[in-house]
Each structure stands twice: as C-alpha cells, then as structure tokens.
C-alpha cells in the first residue's frame, strides 16, 4: 500500500496509472505463466489469510492435468475478528488487487476469477464493482487482455455475512450457492476439485496484491524483503488498548512487537499497564506481557524473548506459540478482565460454528455458555479445568480449522491465565456466601 | 461408498494385524471385512449414501509406511521393518480409502479419547428422553454412548430447546431435540429417492432439519429416511409409539407390491404385525424400499377376510373342501386361472393340476407406473415364477377376454381360480354363473360369492414360500404371524387336490420335500433346495425367456439394456 497516504489518491483507475499501475500486467503477459509461478515460488510469499502457507506451493498443487476449466478465487470474507487490512486495500487500492489477480490467474491458468467479499462489505463491494467496470474498459480485464490471446474475467460475489465463508472449502460451497458447510478432505482439496468440482486456487487479497509485486520487482528481489522464510510486507491491523489503533504496513520482522506497540501505536493508555496481546486475529493464542518466549528458530538459532522483543513475523511468532494468523493484533492492557475477554471470544465462535460437525457445533457453544455463566457470577473452580478438556476435545477432530480457531484461544486463555479464572469463582463463592448469610440474618430477624 | 472398490485385494493392517481387503474401500467397511467383532463406530456414514464426515465418530488413527523424501526409498526402523508415519491427528475412517500398506489403529488412547468426545458431545443437548423414545433398543446413540461414553455428564448449562413434533410429510414426524444432524435423511431424499425436499435451517447448535419451503417430506421413500436415522429424531408416524422394538419378532419376508420384491423385515408380536422394513439386498433393493409396500400389511386385517372353507355355502372342513374341488375338477371342460400374485409352489400345484385335469391356464399381469427406483411398472411379484413353472410361455395381457369367450361358447364348464376376482378382469358377472368354480382367495369378491368351492388363502405374512423377481431372482419369505384359526396354505390344499385327482394319499409335504419335487419336475429350477435359498436369494438362469419383452424399465437395479450380462450379482462389498 505504497501510495494509499499520499495526498490525493484516490482509487479511481486514472489515479492508479498515473502512480504506474497496470504496468507490471504488461510485463506479466510478457512473461510465461509457468515462470510466475516460479517467480512466485521463488519470493516465498506466504498466505496472508491466515495459515501461512506458502502460495507458490499451493499453485504448484493445481491439478492441471484433469482438463477441466481452472479457477481463482480472491478470499475477501475478511471476518476473523481484529482483522481489518483487506477492507483497507480494497477500499482505497482496488486495482492493485485486480492488477494482482490477473497476473495470478494468467499465471494460473484461470480464465474465470471471482472475488468473494463478505456482506457487510458493501462499500468495497461498490468499490470492487467499479473498479472492475473500469479495468474492462481499458481491457485489463475482458476478453483478448491487452491484444494478448488471453481472456480473463473476475466476478465480484458477496456473501451473506458469516465467519466460516472465509474457509476456503466453506467459501467455494457459499460461491456455488449452497450452504457454507466445509468440505471434507480428502477428497475435496480445492487444488484438484474446488469450484463446481474444478481445479481452484483460493487466496486471500493481501496474498494476490503480493504477486503483483513478485511480477513487478522478480521473485529473488522480493524475497530480499524481510527474512528468509518471512518474505515481503505484512499489514498488522492493530486494535484495543492502544492509543493509536490502526493498520500499518511493515516488512515482515522489521519491527518487533514493543516496536509495533509502543513507537507505532502510541503506547498504551496513559496509567495502564500491557496485560496480554494476541498477536494474529481472535483465534490466535494470547500472548502474556510477563511472559519469557525461549526455544529455538528453525534456522536453529536460540532465543530468549520477553512480550516486546518477538519480531513480527510468521516463525517468530510460532515459535513464541501463537501465529501471525490474519495479522489482526488485539492489544490488551490491566483493565481487561481475562474472563470477560474470552466470554466474548466464545461467543463470536459460538455464533458463527456452521453445525455442520459435532465436536464444533457442539463443543463451542458449550464453552460459550460456561464462560457465559462465569461472567455471570456462576463461576465454579473446576471450570477453567473443563473449559480446556473441552477444547482438547475439538480441536484436530473437525472437518475445517474452526475446530482449532475456537480451542486456540480457550486453550491459551487457560493456560496462561488460569489463577483469574480460579479467582473469579473464589470471589463470586464468596460474595454468594455472603450474600446467603446475608439473607440468613434477614430471616432471623 | 464403497463405490471406488475394486476386486483386487490389497494388505492393509488393521490393529497389527494384516487383512486383505479390496482395494478402495474405506476404513468402516474395511475393519467390518477383517471380522473379529471390530467395528468402527459411525453415524452419518451409510453405505448406500455419499460421505459426509461430519459426525466425526469413526475418527481412527491412520499411518503410511514412510518413505524418504529425497530418494523415494523406504524408511526402515532398527529392526529392518518399513517405518509407519502415523498422522498426528485422527482421521475419519469413513473418508479414509485403503491403500497398500496402512495401518489402522481403531482402539489407540487417541481414538478413545476421541469418541468419548464426540459421545459427551453428541448427549449434552440431547434430551436423552429414552423411556419415551421410539428408537430405544435399536438407537445408535443409545448403544455408543454406553459402549464410548464417559457414562456421566460434566454438563451443568441449560440444553437447547427445539421443536418436538414437526410433521415433514403425511408418514413422518420429527423430533428436533433428539436429532444429531447426521445428514443421512438430506443425502436420502436427494441421492436415491432423487426429491430435493429436506435440510437445514439455522446455524451452529441450533440447525435444524427441515424440508424446504413449499415442500414436505411425502414422497413415497419418506420411511426410510425413518429407518436409515441414526437415532429417534424421524419416527415413522404410524409405528410411533405403538411397540417397543425389543418385544418384536423379526421375520424375513418379500414385498408383494412389484415385480423389484424387496426384501423386507416383518416385525410382529402375538399375531400382529407392528412394522415392515427394508432388509438389506444389494442385488435388488440396497437397503430401501418403498412407503406404499409397508403397508401392505395392513389389509390382513380387513372385514372382508374368507374365514371358512365352504362348499355350495356351506361351511366344511379342509379335507372336505378338498374334496369336493377335486370332484368338481374332474369334470369336463376345465379351466385354471393362475396368478402372479401365487408362490412358486402354488404354480407348481396350479402346473400339476392343469396338468391332470387337461386344463387350458389363463393368467394376467398386473401393470401399473414404474418409478424407476423400487416400484416396477409389473405389479405382481411372481410373473416370472409362472414363466419358469411352465403355465404360460408368453407375457400374459391384462383381460381375461378369450376365457369370458371360452364360457361363453361353452369351452370351459369349470375353472379353479386363485385369487383373482374375475369380474375386473373383462369376465361378466353373469359369465360365471355358466361355470362351476373352485376359488381360492384372501378377501370375499364377486367370485367367491358365486364359486361352489370355497378356500380360503393366507396373505404372503401368514404363509411361506418364494417368488421369483424381475431379475429372475428366486427368493423367499417366512410366515410371521398365523393366518385366521382354521386355515391351512394354499398349497396344503392344492396338494390335497392334486392327490385326489391322482388318486394318491395327499402327503402334505413340508417345503424341503416340495422342493425336491420343484427341482425335479421343472428344469428352470433344477439343483435348487428350499434351504439352499439362503437369505439373499438365488440368481436364476433367465437364458430361456431372454426373448421376452418384459415391461419393466430401467430403475435401482435393473437395466433391461444390459440385463443379458448382469444376471450374476455385482461384487461389491456386503
């Protein structure tokens, strides 16, 4: 998001030009598909939607062999909470992610591309849908792209507002029309049989508007940003207990946690104190402000780590036992109580479990209602213990990774927190004895 | 599905122990194949229905034998023997295809851990209302949860509260709360009955089946949508609350509404029917059949019922009747109505007697609309046993017109008649007064108020025997229940006849020494022994009525393009 801050940008195509767009669309046709794709494997661009992985592999899975029309899908359902960057991109940079879409589905072979945005995204649904009306009348888009013999259309499709959409497997059903129940796999790994049984490359927006940037500077060259594994920028959408929430683009382990908080965001609220962040969107593990991260890289090299000195990237962070996830820090300081806090974590993954499988469907409103009866005054000591036997229970036994994103965080909170969940049914004990007591006396009288 | 298998074996190793297995087939249908009592619990997976994988009870612990990356070789361990890379989370044994060398472990602490979990899962919004339920006694859930289950409840909230007595459609109710959300009942409606009418609404814990708006669930397959639930969330209606399923005997029986003959259940007690259900034959009906053939029980029960032999309208016994209808056979000018409605053995009687009194047979087929699934467009169950037994050669037409001429002109002076009521079938009324008639039959019509003899016959629950089907299967069916006190088979008392017009002693033989005669005396038959029917049927040899033009069309499993080559029944898995 190079050019977003500058005074009058706007995100009309005429704007996007005159900064040099569409230019590395000229140079990607003048490449051939298969060296993207290895320019893309080569810049070691991982997925920002979530997971990680890297999208020159998960191009290189495509089945391309079963003759059947290929298609790519843009994962704009941006729904995990805390996550705000493909909204922004869209919002004020549409035509860097359709640049980037067309070099991807040139790349990729796909003569059909969808963006499937979440519905409460109406503005960048008006926005996309313009974009694209403007691409095509100068032939980025349409049929034989810039007098080259390929043709490539996108279609914008809005969902109806709901979490698990932005499962790549619930997404295709949702695109198809169906309820967005995940698809189990195997068999139905998208590479081999995604959208209407065919061969589809799922990636998030972020991840496509970095292939327009592989194509523009090579993969080697956009490799050099960041670290080796951990290449390119991220955008770190940064909310909660900070002065200055917002999103901000940084190479990948350019900065370093405290860096992101206290120099970036302004530091905390004046008086208060960091109690704990997490780090990659609501499923993501917390992180403790007084904890010590040590362990090994996976380039071997040792560390030894306090909150504010993980660097912000993909291994760091994993190492340190959370993930970079969606990018989404949820920054939480003294006055944030614990309990409270997952309450509403539950909640939202409660509301949102498609029903499709049991441990899900049945598992997570459970620890909804007990984290909801904790906040209640019902605590019991013995829950925090359930909570997490719960969570054990779910996660890895699903059909997608809402199983995991809903365990991560009670599993996380339980672990690190768990003499405030022990306190706070200690406490309500207490004032429940009082409180009877209380009326004993009452009667008495 | 077990749809990908194929006939070559492959070892896999289940629980350290090496099984073959056809190559494809999944983990449930595999552990149930290596045998020993294993059986992998499950129950969204049905193997008549696509995979769903979404109950996640059938969770397993699965490996490969490991390879280096690098160079592709084996990966051995200090004993020489090939590593196994087991996953480090369980899989679904549903979705999970054997291949050459996997392992399976069913019983590791991973997948008890695991189905414990689903187990607590699936019972803490369950209403666990058992001593009231329909399903109890042959409830999944119930069984799992005692084999799987913790055996308490850590569950202190408040349960969901859903719908308790939806009407889908006009046979089936539904209980939401008891409903675990396995799918079989979409995948049902939509992959075999082919009606797009159910699913679910809302998310989460509170999704809820229920058929589409504008629709409901009344096509004629909506029972087994009853039968395939995995627990008493579909109950069927009429059987709700009727019967606790412990207290019924189970009889095997063939569905007497097409030429398909599904095999069916019979569930009964002292003398009542409760239930028909389907019984698994992969080589005619897979595990379904169809709403209207369930009740067909239901007209044993009718006013109309013949409870007495009687001669000239006179009450008699048996033998007497017997008697007096060998009598009147041998007479002149004879003729026999057979039906095919009647047993092979009541053909083979209705052969033999045709044959000794010279009688020209008559015969109609019975033809309704097919649906291409299991109701066939012939609507009797044993055209094909009167073809083998030799009383027609040809397909027979739905009148009776050349024998109302026969009377007329005075060809036929007596007829014995089995079952069929001759006035609907293009022979006037008054026609019959010109003959003398023998009649056999369940229910009083137009015949036996007027025939000289009068026996009466057991339904198809009351006696045994077999029919042959439309793919030239020969199959059998038990008695149930006893018929009206008194009466004896129709075939007790063919064979009295037979005997009297031969002048023998009537043998009365049992189905053993019948067959034995059968298999003898008609060629179609030959080598077959009743007990040798075992519970799935016999494949016959169509070739010699392979030019017949049979009206049936295509449906579940018959083809008649390629029905030549499919006489054998298709290796699959059982």
Same mark, same amino acid.
């Given at each position: 998001?190079?050019?977003?801050?500058?005074?009058?940008?706007?995100n009309d195509i005429?704007?996007?030009?005159?900064n040099?767009?569409?230019?590395?669309?000229?140079?990607?046709f @003048?490449?051939?598909?298969?060296?993207?794709?290895?320019?893309?494997?080569?810049?070691?661009?991982?997925?920002?939607?979530g997971a990680?992985?890297?999208?020159g592999?998960?191009?290189?899975?495509?089945?391309?062999?079963?003759?059947?029309?290929?298609?790519?899908?843009?994962?704009?359902?941006?729904?995990e909470?805390?996550?705000?960057?493909?909204?922004?991109?869209?919002h004020q940079?549409p035509?860097?992610?359709?640049?980037?879409?067309?070099?991807?589905?040139?790349?990729?072979?796909?003569k059909?591309?969808f963006?499937?945005?979440?519905?409460?995204?109406?503005?960048?649904?008006?926005?996309?849908?313009?974009?694209?009306?403007?691409?095509?009348a100068?032939n980025?888009?349409?049929?034989n792209?810039?007098?080259?013999?390929?043709?490539c259309?996108?279609?914008?499709?809005?969902?109806?507002?709901?979490?698990?959409?932005?499962?790549?497997?619930?997404?295709?059903?949702?695109?198809?029309?169906?309820?967005?129940?995940p698809?189990?796999?195997?068999?139905?790994?998208?590479?081999?049989? *995604?959208?209407?049984q065919?061969?589809?490359?799922?990636?998030?927006?972020?991840?496509?508007?970095?292939?327009?940037?592989?194509?523009?500077?090579?993969g080697?060259?956009?490799?050099?940003? *960041?670290?080796?594994?951990?290449?390119g920028?991220r955008?770190?959408? +940064?909310?909660?207990?900070?002065?200055?929430?917002?999103?901000?683009?940084?190479?990948?382990?350019?900065?370093?946690?405290?860096e992101?908080i206290y120099?970036?965001c302004?530091?905390?609220?004046?008086g208060r104190s960091?109690?704990?962040?997490i780090?990659? *969107?609501?499923s993501?593990?917390?992180?403790?402000?007084?904890?010590?991260?040590?362990g090994?890289?996976?380039n071997?090299t040792?560390?030894?780590?306090?909150?504010?000195?993980?660097?912000?990237?993909?291994?760091?962070?994993?190492?340190c036992?959370s993930?970079?996830?969606?990018?989404?820090?949820? +920054?939480m300081?003294d006055?944030?109580?614990?309990?409270e806090?997952?309450?509403?974590?539950n909640?939202?993954?409660?509301?949102?479990?498609c029903?499709?499988c049991?441990?899900?469907?049945?598992?997570?409103?459970?620890?909804?209602?007990?984290?909801?009866r904790? +906040?209640?005054g019902?605590?019991?000591?013995?829950? @925090?213990d359930?909570l997490?036997s719960?969570?054990d229970?779910?996660?890895g036994?699903?059909?997608?990774?809402?199983?995991?994103?809903?365990?991560w965080?009670?599993?996380?909170f339980?672990?690190?927190?768990?003499?405030?969940? +022990?306190?706070?049914?200690?406490e309500q004990? @207490?004032?429940?004895?009082?409180?009877?007591?209380?009326?004993?006396?009452?009667?008495?009288? | 599905?077990?749809?990908?298998?194929?006939?070559?074996?492959?070892?896999?190793?289940?629980?350290?122990?090496?099984v073959? /297995?056809p190559?494809?087939?999944n983990v449930?249908?595999? /552990?149930?194949?290596?045998?020993?009592?294993?059986? &992998?619990?499950?129950?969204?997976y049905?193997?008549?229905?696509?995979?769903?994988g979404?109950?996640?009870?059938?969770?397993?612990?699965?490996g490969?034998?490991?390879r280096?990356?690098?160079?592709?070789?084996?990966?051995?361990?200090?004993?020489?023997?090939?590593?196994?890379?087991?996953?480090?989370?369980?899989?679904?044994?549903?979705?999970t295809?054997?291949?050459?060398?996997?392992?399976?472990?069913?019983?590791?602490?991973?997948? /008890?851990?695991?189905?414990?979990?689903?187990?607590?899962?699936?019972?803490?919004?369950?209403?666990?209302?058992?001593?009231?339920c329909?399903?109890?006694?042959?409830?999944?859930l119930q069984e799992?949860?005692?084999?799987?289950?913790?055996?308490?409840?850590?569950?202190?909230?408040?349960?969901?509260?859903?719908?308790?007595r939806t %009407?889908?459609?006009p046979?089936?109710?539904?209980?939401?709360?008891?409903?675990?959300?396995?799918?079989?009942?979409v995948?049902?409606?939509?992959?075999?009955a082919?009606e797009?009418?159910?699913?679910?609404?809302?998310?989460?814990?509170?999704s809820?089946?229920?058929?589409?708006?504008?629709?409901?669930?009344?096509?004629?397959?909506s029972?087994?949508?009853?039968?395939?639930?995995?627990?008493?969330?579909l109950?069927?209606?009429?059987?709700?609350?009727?019967?606790?399923?412990?207290?019924?005997?189970?009889t095997?029986s063939?569905?007497?509404?097409?030429?398909?003959?599904?095999?069916?259940?019979?569930?009964?007690?002292?003398?009542?029917?409760?239930?028909?259900?389907?019984?698994?034959?992969?080589?005619?009906?897979?595990?379904?059949?169809?709403d209207?053939?369930?009740?067909?029980?239901k007209s044993?029960?009718?006013d109309?019922r013949?409870?007495?032999?009687t &001669?000239?309208?006179?009450?008699?016994?048996p033998?007497?009747?017997?008697?007096a209808?060998?009598a009147?056979?041998?007479?002149?000018a004879?003729?026999?109505?057979t039906?095919p409605?009647?047993? &092979?053995?009541?053909?083979?009687?209705?052969?033999?007697?045709?044959?000794?009194?010279?009688?020209? /047979?008559?015969?109609?087929s019975?033809?309704?609309?097919?649906?291409?699934?299991?109701?066939?467009e012939d609507?009797?169950?044993?055209?094909?046993?009167?073809?083998?037994?030799?009383?027609?050669?040809?397909?027979?037409?739905?009148?009776?017109?050349?024998?109302?001429?026969?009377?007329?002109?005075?060809a036929?002076?007596?007829?014995l %008649?089995?079952g069929?009521?001759?006035?609907?079938?293009?022979?006037?009324?008054?026609?019959?007064?010109?003959v003398?008639i023998?009649?056999?039959?369940?229910q009083?019509?137009?015949?036996s108020q %007027?025939?000289?003899?009068?026996?009466?016959?057991?339904s198809?629950?009351?006696k045994?025997?077999?029919?042959?089907?439309l793919?030239?299967?020969?199959?059998?069916?038990?008695?149930?229940?006893?018929?009206?006190?008194?009466?004896?088979?129709?075939?007790a008392?063919l064979?009295?006849?037979?005997?009297a017009l031969?002048e023998?002693?009537?043998q009365?033989?049992?189905?053993?020494?019948?067959?034995?005669?059968?298999?003898?005396e008609?060629?179609?038959f030959a080598?077959?022994?009743?007990?040798g029917?075992?519970?799935?049927?016999?494949?016959?040899?169509?070739e010699s009525?392979?030019e017949?033009?049979?009206?049936?069309?295509?449906?579940?499993?018959?083809?008649?393009?390629?029905?030549?080559?499919?006489?054998?029944?298709?290796?699959?898995?059982?």
């Amino acid at each position: 998001m190079k050019h977003v801050d500058e005074p009058g940008y706007s995100n009309d195509i005429d704007c996007y030009i005159r900064n040099g767009g569409y230019e590395d669309l000229k140079k990607a046709f @003048a490449m051939k598909p298969e060296d993207i794709c290895a320019e893309v494997m080569e810049s070691g661009v991982r997925g920002r939607g979530g997971a990680g992985f890297p999208a020159g592999m998960k191009w290189k899975f495509l089945d391309r062999k079963s003759g059947k029309p290929i298609y790519l899908v843009c994962n704009a359902d941006e729904s995990e909470p805390g996550t705000f960057k493909d909204r922004q991109i869209i919002h004020q940079d549409p035509h860097q992610l359709i640049e980037g879409m067309i070099c991807s589905a040139y790349a990729v072979g796909a003569k059909l591309a969808f963006i499937y945005i979440r519905g409460e995204f109406f503005e960048g649904y008006r926005i996309l849908e313009r974009a694209i009306e403007e691409a095509r009348a100068k032939n980025f888009l349409g049929d034989n792209i810039l007098g080259s013999d390929y043709s490539c259309d996108i279609i914008v499709h809005r969902g109806a507002g709901a979490y698990i959409c932005g499962e790549e497997t619930g997404l295709i059903e949702s695109l198809e029309g169906n309820r967005a129940n995940p698809r189990i796999k195997p068999p139905y790994f998208p590479a081999a049989l *995604g959208l209407y049984q065919c061969p589809t490359i799922v990636n998030n927006v972020e991840t496509l508007c970095d292939v327009k940037h592989v194509v523009s500077m090579g993969g080697a060259e956009f490799a050099k940003i *960041g670290t080796p594994g951990n290449t390119g920028t991220r955008t770190w959408c +940064v909310s909660g207990h900070v002065m200055k929430p917002g999103f901000y683009e940084f190479a990948c382990a350019d900065l370093t946690l405290g860096e992101l908080i206290y120099d970036v965001c302004g530091g905390l609220r004046p008086g208060r104190s960091l109690k704990a962040v997490i780090p990659g *969107g609501s499923s993501a593990k917390v992180l403790r402000a007084d904890e010590r991260f040590t362990g090994k890289l996976k380039n071997g090299t040792a560390f030894d780590w306090g909150i504010g000195d993980i660097p912000m990237d993909f291994d760091s962070l994993m190492a340190c036992g959370s993930m970079s996830g969606s990018g989404g820090v949820i +920054v939480m300081d003294d006055s944030t109580d614990i309990v409270e806090a997952l309450a509403n974590i539950n909640y939202f993954y409660a509301h949102e479990s498609c029903g499709q499988c049991t441990p899900c469907r049945e598992g997570v409103p459970w620890m909804r209602k007990i984290t909801a009866r904790m +906040v209640a005054g019902e605590a019991r000591e013995e829950d @925090a213990d359930l909570l997490n036997s719960i969570a054990d229970q779910i996660a890895g036994r699903t059909i997608c990774a809402f199983g995991e994103a809903a365990s991560w965080p009670v599993q996380s909170f339980i672990a690190k927190f768990k003499d405030e969940f +022990v306190e706070k049914a200690r406490e309500q004990a @207490a004032r429940r004895k009082e409180g009877k007591d209380a009326a004993k006396e009452t009667v008495l009288i | 599905m077990s749809e990908n298998a194929t006939p070559d074996p492959i070892t896999i190793n289940i629980d350290g122990r090496d099984v073959e /297995v056809p190559k494809g087939i999944n983990v449930i249908e595999a /552990v149930k194949l290596a045998g020993k009592g294993k059986e &992998v619990p499950h129950y969204c997976y049905h193997p008549k229905l696509s995979v769903a994988g979404n109950c996640r009870m059938c969770l397993v612990e699965m490996g490969m034998p490991m390879r280096d990356r690098a160079t592709g070789d084996p990966v051995l361990d200090e004993s020489g023997q090939q590593k196994i890379g087991w996953m480090p989370k369980p899989t679904i044994g549903c979705a999970t295809n054997a291949s050459p060398g996997m392992h399976i472990k069913t019983a590791s602490p991973m997948v /008890v851990e695991a189905r414990n979990g689903v187990t607590e899962f699936l019972l803490i919004n369950h209403p666990l209302d058992c001593p009231i339920c329909d399903q109890a006694g042959e409830c999944r859930l119930q069984e799992f949860s005692a084999e799987h289950g913790r055996g308490y409840s850590r569950f202190i909230e408040e349960k969901n509260v859903k719908p308790k007595r939806t %009407v889908l459609g006009p046979r089936v109710t539904l209980d939401d709360e008891r409903c675990i959300l396995c799918s079989r009942c979409v995948r049902f409606s939509n992959e075999v009955a082919g009606e797009d009418v159910l699913g679910f609404v809302d998310r989460g814990t509170y999704s809820t089946l229920t058929c589409y708006p504008g629709k409901d669930l009344s096509h004629n397959y909506s029972l087994n949508t009853v039968d395939i639930c995995p627990v008493g969330a579909l109950t069927s209606t009429d059987f709700r609350f009727k019967m606790r399923v412990w207290f019924l005997k189970r009889t095997n029986s063939i569905c007497t509404e097409s030429s398909v003959g599904a095999n069916t259940t019979v569930w009964s007690r002292e003398g009542k029917i409760y239930r028909v259900t389907p019984r698994r034959n992969d080589a005619v009906n897979d595990t379904w059949m169809t709403d209207s053939g369930r009740s067909l029980f239901k007209s044993i029960e009718g006013d109309d019922r013949l409870t007495h032999y009687t &001669v000239d309208g006179v009450q008699k016994t048996p033998d007497e009747a017997a008697a007096a209808a060998a009598a009147l056979l041998q007479g002149e000018a004879v003729a026999l109505v057979t039906s095919p409605d009647s047993s &092979v053995e009541e053909q083979f009687y209705h052969r033999r007697i045709a044959a000794q009194t010279g009688a020209q /047979v008559y015969m109609v087929s019975r033809v309704g609309e097919g649906d291409g699934i299991l109701l066939s467009e012939d609507r009797s169950p044993n055209l094909r046993g009167a073809l083998l037994n030799g009383l027609t050669d040809e397909i027979p037409g739905q009148e009776l017109n050349s024998l109302a001429a026969a009377i007329e002109s005075g060809a036929v002076k007596r007829l014995l %008649v089995a079952g069929e009521d001759l006035t609907q079938l293009g022979v006037a009324s008054d026609l019959l007064k010109k003959v003398e008639i023998v009649y056999f039959g369940m229910q009083a019509n137009a015949v036996s108020q %007027v025939a000289q003899v009068v026996c009466p016959s057991l339904s198809v629950f009351e006696k045994e025997g077999s029919f042959v089907n439309l793919t030239f299967r020969l199959q059998k069916f038990a008695a149930a229940v006893p018929g009206p006190r008194g009466i004896l088979t129709d075939v007790a008392i063919l064979d009295r006849i037979a005997s009297a017009l031969a002048e023998e002693k009537a043998q009365a033989p049992l189905m053993d020494a019948l067959w034995v005669q059968i298999s003898t005396e008609v060629k179609a038959f030959a080598g077959i022994t009743w007990r040798g029917i075992g519970s799935q049927g016999v494949a016959l040899d169509a070739e010699s009525l392979s030019e017949l033009n049979f009206i049936e069309t295509k449906n579940l499993k018959y083809d008649p393009a390629t029905f030549g080559q499919a006489q054998v029944a298709p290796a699959g898995v059982i």
